[in-house]
């Protein structure tokens, strides 16, 4: 492991005026992604700003009606909490299908939203990979793919973003608040908060040098039925090769949103105005431009079918 500097910290805009100050540093608080890619030297921080003594834990209402949520609430206290179980189901499940016990009881909002990819060659630093060193090429897509996106990617990268909680997240109209380096704020949609990978697969999120997530918030509840289906190679620690997130209401209409087939959590307006023709509709409209490899187009037929059994089983 490379040698780091740390430091602790007393309020958000101290946290961001510290990463301004020193280029190369990070924010530490479950640390639960970050350390494991430090101890492989595929994060190389010289300096750690450590958020846990921030006031960022708590789970609040808003003016409203919809809830904010701090950015170091850990994944357990948010997937236990009666509000969230409540009026925001969907989010809660997709918390528990995630990871195993240990990890969510130091996993935190924002840690969340910000893992980093799962895929093998991003972790294997003596393969090439654009995500890890820009420039460099990338392995997957003449290697190993069954994993990996089937829609939204490019010729630089074909990896998924893992976070089951960002596709809830995502499903809900969330948005991301933040606090930068000047002490301004600002709300980013989490539609609009993950970048595609283009030509630029390592320019991940559209947070600024420093910037620091402070909340998330959620809108008021939507009721319906909601339902949050992950299909993985087994039963517990494992990542999506396919998820579905659904908010059905008993009109027939309401949303989807999908993990395991994309760079972000993929969800499309126009395919959720689908809902009322069916299945096959709306997985039409979300895989319109698909581009698996001969190894993960097993995905779409797998997509395909589980989006037809969340819908049958929320109109039931």
């Not at 431009?289 to 089983?313: C, D, G, M, W, Y």
Request: net charge positive; proline share 7%.
């Amino acid at each position: 492991m490379k040698a780091f500097t740390y430091e602790r910290v007393k309020t958000p805009a101290e946290a961001a005026a510290s990463a301004r100050r020193t280029p190369g540093a990070k924010f530490i608080a479950g640390g639960t992604n970050l350390l494991d890619l430090m101890k492989l030297e595929i994060e190389t921080p010289c300096h750690l700003i450590d958020v846990n003594g921030l006031a960022l834990d708590k789970i609040e209402p808003t003016a409203e009606g919809g809830v904010r949520i701090g950015a170091l609430v850990r994944n357990t206290d948010l997937a236990a909490d009666p509000r969230i179980r409540r009026d925001y189901a969907v989010l809660s499940r997709a918390l528990l299908a995630g990871a195993s016990g240990q990890l969510r009881n130091r996993a935190t909002t924002a840690g969340n939203l910000l893992q980093r990819t799962r895929c093998p060659y991003f972790y294997d630093t003596n393969q090439p990979c654009n995500k890890r060193q820009p420039g460099s090429g990338c392995a997957a897509l003449e290697g190993f793919s069954r994993q990996h996106a089937v829609v939204g990617a490019s010729e630089a990268c074909i990896a998924t973003h893992p976070s089951d909680m960002a596709v809830a997240m995502r499903l809900l109209d969330a948005v991301v608040e933040t606090v930068s380096p000047d002490g301004s704020v600002r709300n980013i949609p989490v539609a609009d908060f993950y970048l595609a990978p283009g030509n630029t697969p390592h320019l991940e999120n559209t947070l600024s040098p420093g910037e620091l997530i402070a909340a998330v918030t959620l809108p008021p509840p939507l009721g319906g039925t909601h339902i949050y289906r992950k299909v993985r190679d087994r039963a517990s620690y494992a990542f999506a090769l396919v998820s579905v997130a659904a908010i059905v209401q008993p009109d027939g209409s309401g949303r989807v949103a999908l993990g395991g087939v994309a760079h972000k959590p993929w969800r499309l307006e126009e395919a959720d105005a689908e809902l009322a023709h069916g299945a096959s509709a709306v997985y039409e409209r979300l895989f319109a431009s698909a581009h698996p490899t001969p190894q993960n187009a097993f995905k779409l037929i797998l997509a395909k079918r589980t989006l037809a059994s969340v819908l049958t089983e929320a109109r039931s």
